[in-house]
């Protein structure tokens, strides 16, 4: 997050006191809570200078954004932080207390805030610590380039490195090494080896069982002992498996840990092979332990957890071979009978991680997310199980939902709207099923967009600029009675007429015209309870972002705001109707967009398509913003059938022709997004922070 | 006079050598059996997937010459077509590439017909159906062509602009035939024989290509072409360090965003 510091003369500004300290207070802490008084926290101000003050002043409105508490507790703080800190700590400190809220929620938030010594010791220690927070973002579009199956990554309890084979989980802080640049290496060489466990059968095969080759130390006293093993073991398989793919990362890999220890020599032969697989790691295994020895300590050690590896490995494996049946009994026809003894189908080519597969000797055309379960099966077994190659039957996909619909709310009024809800079991729609909503959305600070133009004013800039460009497309209108121009082919028919004697046209010259846009877009924005946060903020500066970009292009545009609480409340929140002007009010409604509750996003796609069918342009877009999959309470919303709804609301929508586009903040959901954005396009952000920044390019791209 | 003019005739390339084209999958078998129905092609497929050296191959294959016109937004129905000149006191008519295809009996190839204007697109119409006429307007004049004549459209359905995609009436003339980057082993073969690097070097290439595909979505517009790898692969033949002529040729030419890059050339680095 950026911040617009104190200007430089504030510092000469003098010092606020008492009253006036108190009102200022208030305006940002107790907007809402008017039963705290600001008056002793105003008090322990006081001694403060004025760009201190101010500085106090800014953060605390921004954490009260995001939860009134965290900006109370940074203000009843800032005293004692100020003779702790410098400006530079002080933001540190604050940012970290946000992010911790971000991650684990209220209660480690005010852990961290209250512990200043603590941050102190961490920050002022002098060690060049590599932090999770600044490599998070590349690190995970790097292991996203490696594995193509998605991984998420986290921060795990304590210094251990280790994956349960979704998420890789990394330590917070690395200091371990000398300098930050090496420690930044290792958490690339941990996040790394964690991939290579996931990619290279650490956690077994169709062929090793890990839990039954371990039993003999599970749960004794050598349980710990016998993990180090594996791990140190599996390190030297798997950097070798590495370099035979990535020979630069694992020579990388090789300077950071220096040479083997002399201890494990006659056991690297073995593990070097080409190939090796988990069973020569558990061929050595008894033998480290009969040694009695510890494993070595190596620099670049990770864990493994078989436990919890072992449950989310077995889960997904289950999910997979469903999809891939699933896929099969479509592409045989339903009516296939299950035939295990069917050898039309066989997988090809395992060893390039490259699943093609042959049915009856035709190239067989998966879609794509039975091809992804596909490899991601072939990267936790080593083959595609046959018994997945045979249609499933007749058998639902996922019946683990409850059926039925949730509680009903019970509105006072009637509904503005009622939208028909697809039904992906029945094949068939929910006629009114939705009960849709609209109202106004909330006014929220007046000041806020112009905050945010403040803080973001250059990025503003080089954004009209661009756009500016875009909309002085110039069209040359030819043979015109005047104009700028000679238009040559116009002076060339007319000469000819002449020669032939018939009477040449005066028309004889071309004007530039500027291209008519004829585009309305429609922002749909997200406004579940998961926004809470920095996804919230995110969404309200890209918004201002957008607006700024798109009123220097001329094009129409609207943007409404979503939630719901199960079907027979649907809210959609009027932000700016397609006629409004960008005015005051509009920025007020941007300030006020607020996390609420679910996210049934199929029956605000389906409205807001009919808004946007109104509008008398050529090209129609929708574009959402969204945090993750569709959620609804207590219904059967959440999972398959709200993914399956969205997907045919988007299809709807491109049958009447509106394009729709979809912005997600959300790593880890890109399992689910290529079925169910389908039909329209999507873009996934990483980082909710680059959101702002992105909106307006992504905008650009869809519309130029 | 009139030969100042013939330099201004649209060139019909006549492909004396065989391209190098590696097949894929049944695309000539297809392209052959369109050409004998005189249907026209739509290739469709992401940039520097091999599609315009396809339609080379095609050419020399079939024997035909080869007309190439790339597609712009200001591309009008003069530009294909053919307009007059005045030379001295006098027009002349100069056929544009279209004209001069379809009279020469050639093979006629619109790379990225998106990017030209819709109304342009309209001229083609008529050709490409089972009519096979191209009106020249301005000459009031009717060109049939011969059935050597073939029309083949190209475009990259990755592109996410609203404003830009074929209408139905356009593309429902074309039997169209998918285009992707061809599997890791076939690609690496290619790389080595267009870049002149070796197998090993080819392979670590391929490679690099693949992992760049694998962000497609998270940051990254589209991975790597073939084409890409094949210019790295030429910087390194001719002797710059694998590392640099990555990073120039496939890092630096895929982003411009400063995190992006730092992310590609990991990538590069865990390759080389």
Redesign the interface.
């Given at each position: 997050m950026t911040s617009s510091e104190p200007s430089s003369s504030s510092r000469k500004d003098p010092r606020l006191f008492g009253e006036e300290l108190e009102t200022r207070l208030d305006e940002v802490l107790f907007a809402s809570h008017s039963h705290r008084s600001a008056t002793r926290i105003a008090q322990g101000l006081e001694s403060l200078n004025r760009a201190q003050q101010e500085k106090l002043l800014h953060w605390a409105a921004v954490a009260a954004q995001t939860y009134a508490e965290i900006g109370y507790q940074i203000a009843t703080l800032a005293p004692r932080a100020f003779t702790l800190f410098d400006d530079e700590a002080f933001d540190a400190w604050v940012l970290a207390g946000l992010d911790a809220f971000d991650r684990h929620g209220a209660r480690a938030a005010m852990d961290l805030l209250r512990d200043l010594e603590g941050f102190h010791a961490d920050r002022g220690g002098e060690r060049p610590l590599a932090e999770f927070t600044e490599i998070e973002?590349?690190l995970s579009?790097?292991i996203?380039?490696?594995?193509?199956r998605p991984l998420g990554l986290s921060v795990g309890a304590g210094a251990a490195a280790w994956t349960d084979t979704e998420t890789l989980y990394l330590p917070l802080k690395i200091g371990a090494l000398p300098q930050a640049e090496s420690n930044r290496s290792l958490y690339?060489v941990l996040a790394t080896m964690l991939w290579a466990q996931t990619r290279f059968g650490t956690f077994g095969s169709a062929s090793i069982d890990l839990a039954a080759a371990l039993t003999p130390w599970l749960e004794t006293t050598d349980q710990e002992r016998a993990l180090n093993w594996l791990a140190v073991l599996e390190s030297v398989r798997l950097e070798a498996r590495i370099a035979a793919?990535?020979?630069?990362?694992a020579a990388?890999i090789a300077t950071l840990r220096g040479p083997w220890p002399t201890q494990m020599e006659p056991l690297l032969v073995r593990l070097h092979q080409h190939q090796a697989s988990l069973a020569d790691t558990l061929a050595l295994l008894p033998g480290c332990m009969e040694s009695n020895e510890d494993a070595p300590h190596l620099p670049h050690f990770v864990a493994i957890d078989p436990d919890a590896a072992l449950r989310v490995r077995g889960e997904r494996i289950a999910h997979d071979k469903e999809t891939l049946n699933r896929a099969i009994s479509a592409l045989k026809g339903s009516a296939a009978a299950p035939n295990l003894d069917d050898p039309g189908i066989a997988p090809l080519?395992a060893e390039?991680a490259?699943v093609?597969m042959s049915f009856a000797e035709d190239?067989l055309a998966l879609p794509p997310e039975a091809r992804a379960a596909a490899q991601s099966l072939l990267q936790d077994l080593g083959e595609v199980p046959p018994e997945c190659l045979v249609p499933a039957g007749t058998g639902h996909w996922q019946e683990t939902q409850r059926e039925g619909g949730g509680e009903d709310y019970t509105s006072h009024r009637e509904p503005d709207h009622r939208y028909d809800e697809w039904d992906y079991r029945r094949k068939a729609y929910r006629r009114g099923w939705c009960h849709l909503y609209e109202c106004e959305g909330r006014h929220g600070l007046a000041t806020y967009v112009d905050e945010v133009r403040v803080r973001h004013s250059g990025l503003i800039r080089q954004i009209r600029r661009r756009f500016e460009m875009l909309r002085g497309e110039n069209r040359m209108l030819g043979r015109q009675p005047e104009g700028e121009e000679i238009d040559i082919?116009a002076?060339?028919?007319a000469?000819?007429d002449r020669?032939s004697g018939a009477e040449p046209s005066d028309r004889l010259f071309c004007r530039r015209i500027r291209n008519e846009r004829s585009?309305a877009a429609m922002f749909m924005v997200d406004m579940s309870g998961s926004t809470k946060g920095w996804v919230n903020d995110a969404e309200r500066e890209a918004l201002v972002m957008l607006c700024e970009a798109i009123e220097s292009l001329g094009d129409a545009y609207a943007i409404y705001g979503f939630s719901g609480w199960t079907r027979t409340r649907s809210d959609i929140y009027r932000i700016k109707r397609f006629d409004e002007r960008y005015d005051e009010a509009v920025r007020a409604r941007i300030a006020g967009v607020e996390a609420k509750d679910y996210t049934r996003m199929g029956v605000a796609i389906r409205h807001l398509t009919q808004l946007l069918l109104r509008q008398p342009a050529r090209?129609r877009?929708l574009i959402t913003l969204s945090d993750g999959r569709p959620d609804d309470f207590g219904d059967e919303y959440r999972g398959q059938y709200g993914i399956e709804d969205t997907r045919r609301a988007l299809l709807e929508a491109r049958e009447q022709g509106v394009?729709s586009?979809c912005v997600t903040i959300d790593r880890h959901g890109?399992d689910y997004l290529a079925h169910m954005y389908g039909v329209a396009?999507?873009?996934?952000l990483?980082d909710v922070k680059k959101l702002p920044l992105k909106i307006a390019d992504i905008y650009r791209?869809?519309?130029? | 006079m009139s030969a100042s003019v013939t330099t201004l005739a649209p060139q019909l390339t006549h492909i004396g050598e065989e391209p190098y084209y590696q097949s894929i999958g049944d695309e000539i078998a297809l392209f052959e059996a369109a050409y004998a129905q005189r249907l026209p092609v739509l290739l469709k497929g992401p940039t520097g997937c091999g599609k315009t050296r396809f339609v080379e191959y095609m050419a020399w294959r079939l024997k035909r010459p080869l007309v190439t016109v790339a597609c712009h937004d200001d591309l009008t129905t003069a530009d294909l077509v053919g307009r007059y000149l005045i030379v001295g006191n006098e027009t002349v008519w100069v056929d544009g590439p279209l004209t001069a295809a379809v009279r020469a009996g050639a093979i006629c190839y619109l790379d990225e017909i998106v990017e030209a204007r819709k109304d342009t697109i309209v001229v083609i119409h008529p050709l490409a159906d089972s009519r096979r006429v191209l009106a020249v307007d301005k000459r009031g004049e009717m060109v049939t062509a011969p059935d050597t004549f073939m029309m083949a459209i190209s475009y990259n359905p990755g592109y996410q602009s609203v404003l830009k995609e074929i209408k139905p009436s356009t593309r429902q003339r074309f039997v169209a035939l998918d285009f992707d980057y061809p599997e890791a082993a076939i690609e690496a073969v290619i790389v080595a024989r267009e870049g002149g690097v070796n197998a090993d070097t080819a392979r670590r290439l391929v490679k690099l290509g693949e992992l760049t595909r694998n962000l497609k979505g998270a940051g990254l517009d589209e991975g790597a072409s073939t084409r890409l790898l094949v210019h790295a692969a030429q910087l390194i033949a001719t002797g710059v360090a694998p590392l640099a002529a990555c990073t120039a040729a496939v890092a630096r030419a895929l982003s411009d965003d400063q995190d992006m890059t730092g992310t590609l050339d990991d990538l590069v680095r865990a390759v080389f």
């Open positions: 973002a590349r579009r790097f996203q380039g490696l594995s193509g690339k793919e990535l020979p630069g990362l990388e080519a390039s490259e093609a190239a082919d002076l060339v028919d000469m000819s020669s585009l090209h877009l394009r586009y890109a396009r999507y873009t996934v990483d791209r869809l519309a130029s | -």
